[in-house]
C-alpha cells in the first residue's frame, strides 16, 4: 500500500509490472516493519529493507523474511554506487529528515542508470488543514507555506518525533535537483470501499482534499 487510501502497488505498478520484478534488487528505505519489502520478496524480488530505528527492524525481525535488515540512516547510505535496480519509501524516510536533498542524492548513487525511486509522503496541502477526521479537519487552519517543522517532545523536553513539511513546489525542485527526473506524481483518490477513520483520515476528508502524494521518478 502507498498511502492510507489503500493504493495497491498490484493496481497501481508504480515500480513496474508485478512480473517483472523478479530478481530486480530494490531499497526499502524508512521501511519500518517492511512490509513492502514483504510484499516484494513475494514477487521474487531481492529486496533490501533499511531503516534507522533498531526497534523498527525488530519488529520487522519478527514477522520474518528472507531479506536483508539494515539499521542505517538514509542519507549515508551503507551500499556501493548502482547496488539496485529500484528504490521506494511508503511514508519512510523523507517526511522525517530536514535536507531530503541528501537522502535523494544517496539513492540516486545507489540506484543503476535506468533506475527507478518511488515514495510516497502525506500531501503538501495537508499540512494547512488540522489533523481532524470530521468537518473540523476542513477549515483552513495554517500557513501552507510555513515550514515550521511538527515536533513532539518528551518531558525532558528532547524531541521524539520531527516531520517536515515541503510544498508540493519543494518537492519536485527537490527530485530534479538531485538528478533525478520526475516521471508521475500521483494523488490517489479515497476510494468508495475504505470506511476506515482514523488520526486526521476519513472517508469524509479523502473525498474533498488529497491525503498522499507519490513521486515516481527515473535516474537516467
Known amino acids: 500500500m502507498w498511502g492510507p487510501e489503500g493504493l495497491d502497488e498490484v493496481e497501481a505498478e508504480l515500480l513496474g509490472p508485478p512480473e517483472e520484478l523478479k530478481g530486480r534488487d530494490v531499497l526499502e528505505l524508512g521501511a519500518?516493519?517492511?512490509?513492502?519489502?514483504?510484499?516484494?520478496?513475494?514477487?521474487?524480488?531481492?529486496?533490501?529493507?533499511?531503516?534507522?530505528?533498531?526497534?523498527?527492524?525488530?519488529?520487522?525481525?519478527?514477522?520474518?523474511?528472507?531479506?536483508?535488515?539494515?539499521?542505517?540512516?538514509?542519507?549515508?547510505?551503507?551500499?556501493?554506487?548502482?547496488s539496485f535496480d529500484l528504490a521506494c519509501s511508503a511514508y519512510g524516510a523523507l517526511p522525517f529528515v530536514a535536507d531530503p536533498r541528501l537522502v535523494l542524492r544517496e539513492v540516486r548513487r545507489v540506484l543503476r542508470p535506468g533506475g527507478r525511486l518511488v515514495f510516497?509522503?502525506?500531501?503538501?496541502?495537508?499540512?494547512?488543514?488540522?489533523?481532524?477526521?470530521?468537518?473540523?479537519?476542513?477549515?483552513?487552519?495554517?500557513?501552507?507555506?510555513?515550514?515550521?517543522?511538527?515536533?513532539?517532545?518528551?518531558?525532558?523536553?528532547?524531541?521524539?518525533?520531527?516531520?517536515?513539511?515541503?510544498?508540493?513546489?519543494?518537492?519536485?525542485?527537490?527530485?530534479?535537483?538531485?538528478?533525478?527526473?520526475?516521471?508521475?506524481?500521483?494523488?490517489?483518490?479515497?476510494?468508495?470501499w475504505n470506511t476506515a477513520e482514523w488520526g486526521g483520515w476519513s472517508p469524509l476528508r479523502g473525498s474533498l482534499i488529497p491525503g498522499t502524494a507519490i513521486f515516481v521518478c527515473v535516474r537516467d
Open 120 to 192: 510516497s509522503v502525506t500531501h503538501p496541502i495537508r499540512w494547512a488543514f488540522p489533523d481532524e477526521p470530521g468537518p473540523e479537519g476542513l477549515s483552513v487552519s495554517g500557513s501552507y507555506f510555513d515550514r515550521t517543522p511538527y515536533v513532539e517532545q518528551d518531558e525532558t523536553g528532547h524531541a521524539v518525533y520531527v516531520e517536515h513539511h515541503r510544498t508540493l513546489g519543494d518537492r519536485v525542485r527537490d527530485v530534479v535537483a538531485s538528478g533525478f527526473r520526475l516521471v508521475d506524481l500521483v494523488e490517489p483518490e479515497w476510494p468508495a
Open 32 to 82: 519500518g516493519a517492511a512490509q513492502c519489502s514483504r510484499w516484494l520478496a513475494a514477487q521474487g524480488a531481492r529486496p533490501v529493507a533499511l531503516d534507522i530505528s533498531h526497534r523498527q527492524l525488530q519488529h520487522a525481525l519478527r514477522i520474518g523474511g528472507a531479506f536483508p535488515l539494515v539499521c542505517a540512516d538514509a542519507g549515508a547510505l551503507p551500499f556501493a554506487d548502482a
